[in-house]
Structure formats: C-alpha cells, structure tokens
C-alpha cells in the first residue's frame, strides 16, 4: 500500500480481556518497528523486526506483551490479560530497512488507540 | 542505552514568532538526528534530520543545529504559522553500515501556534 496501514483504529476492552493489533507495513520495506505512545510519556520502543533477523524485544514492557511478523510482512502486536495502564496509542512504523538509502526515516501508520476499562 | 531528553514540553508563540526546541542525548556514538511532526490524530512524520558530519541543516522555515561536543540539537521554526502547532519530537540513532538501528525519541513538544 501506499502508507502504513494500523487496525483496528481504536479498540476498547475489558480489563483481563486479551487484544490484538496489526500492522501492515509499506510493501518492501523490511524493517518494521513497534512504539507506544501513552499520555506525557513520548513515544515508547517496543520491538522492532529486521528482515530474516531475530527481532529486538528488549522494549516490551512485560511477559504479556508479545510480537510477530509473518512472512516479512504484517506484523500483530498481542497484549494478553490487559491491564489499564495498558491504555495507549500504539504506533506501527516501518523503513527501508539495514543498509538501504532512507534505512533511517521511519514512516509511521496513524496508530492504534487502546482503552482498557 | 541511548536517552534523549526534549524541552519545553509545550509551548505556545504567537503567530509570525520563531519556536525553538532543544534536545540532548546521551551516547555519543549516535550520528542521526531526525526531527518528527505528529498533528492530531496522526502518525509522526519525518521533517527534517541532521547527521553527525555537518552543524546546521536548513529547509525553509525549518533549521537544525547540532553540537556533538555538548550532545545537544535544536529545532528551529521561523515566521510560524497556525499550521505549524503540532506535537514535535527529536530523535537519535545510531547508523552502522549493515547493522542494527534503534531509534530513541525524546517526550515531545507541544507547540501551539496562536493566530
């Protein structure tokens, strides 16, 4: 696609309740990254895929949070047994990728916005 | 890791005012500084970046300095507009040739820019 596409656009949930979001990446873009943008506290790293490459996971806030990039492509963030500071836009980009011209501008989807009740 | 620290957290001009927003950061080894725009309702989008190798970059109403020494950047805008008024935020990385590339973003800016 033309940009980079995040669904569901706003998702509210139950506390306990188990959330999925996705992410659709521009096409041929390798590297994929996941930030969370939460009220006065910037944006957040998460996770981030390279390609073939094992991913970097060193920003996922805890065991409950989970990642995973299907044939280099769409990626789903899961959330399981959602708390309410869990409640948080969370914001999808991808780039070029390692190595490549533009590897470093980061186009970003217009995020996924949880609300966890 | 990399921390980047970003004020003011907001501020607000008047119209035809320049804004300014600084940055710090903490590894030295970091050599790309981009700058991200974030209007409401949207994802960040890239504005203007900066490498390690050169000072100041300019694009319009839009400048970025740098001092590796100190480890601090700025954004400047000039003759502001109400269209200007955004989230902003920095950001560095590191840019190894075939390697791994974390982007650390500071807390971002909140600039209203009142008519």
């Known amino acids: 696609g033309a940009g980079v596409s995040q669904s569901p656009s706003n998702k509210v949930t139950e506390k306990g309740k188990d959330v999925e979001l996705r992410c659709d990446p521009i096409?041929?873009?390798?590297?994929l990254y996941w930030y969370r943008q939460s009220l006065g506290q910037g944006l957040e790293f998460l996770i981030y895929?390279?390609?073939?490459?094992?991913?970097?996971k060193s920003g996922l806030p805890s065991d409950r949070f989970s990642a995973e990039r299907t044939g280099g492509s769409v990626s789903t963030l899961t959330i399981q047994r959602t708390q309410q500071e869990d409640s948080a836009v969370y914001l999808c980009?991808?780039?070029?990728?390692?190595?490549?011209?533009?590897?470093?501008?980061?186009?970003f989807g217009a995020g996924s916005r949880l609300t966890v009740l | 890791g990399e921390n980047v620290e970003q004020h003011p957290s907001t501020l607000s001009v008047q119209e035809g005012d320049s804004a300014v927003i600084k940055c710090t950061y903490s590894?030295?080894?970091?050599?790309?500084f981009p700058w991200y725009k974030q209007e409401l309702g949207k994802g960040p989008q890239l504005i203007i970046d900066i490498r390690s190798n050169v000072g100041e970059k300019k694009d319009q109403r839009i400048a970025v300095t740098l001092n590796k020494t100190a480890k601090h950047f700025s954004l400047h805008i000039t003759e502001t507009q109400p269209e200007d008024s955004a989230v902003y935020f920095c950001?560095?990385?590191?840019?190894?040739?075939?390697?791994?590339?974390?982007?650390?973003f500071g807390i971002g800016t909140k600039l209203q820019v009142i008519p």
């Open positions: 980009a991808s780039s070029t990728g390692t190595g490549a011209p533009g590897a470093n501008v980061l186009t």
């Open positions: 895929f390279q390609g073939n490459s094992a991913p970097d």
């Open positions: 950001a560095a990385s590191r840019n190894p040739r075939g390697g791994y590339q974390k982007v650390t």
């Open positions: 590894d030295s080894a970091s050599n790309y």
């Open positions: 096409s041929g873009h390798t590297a």
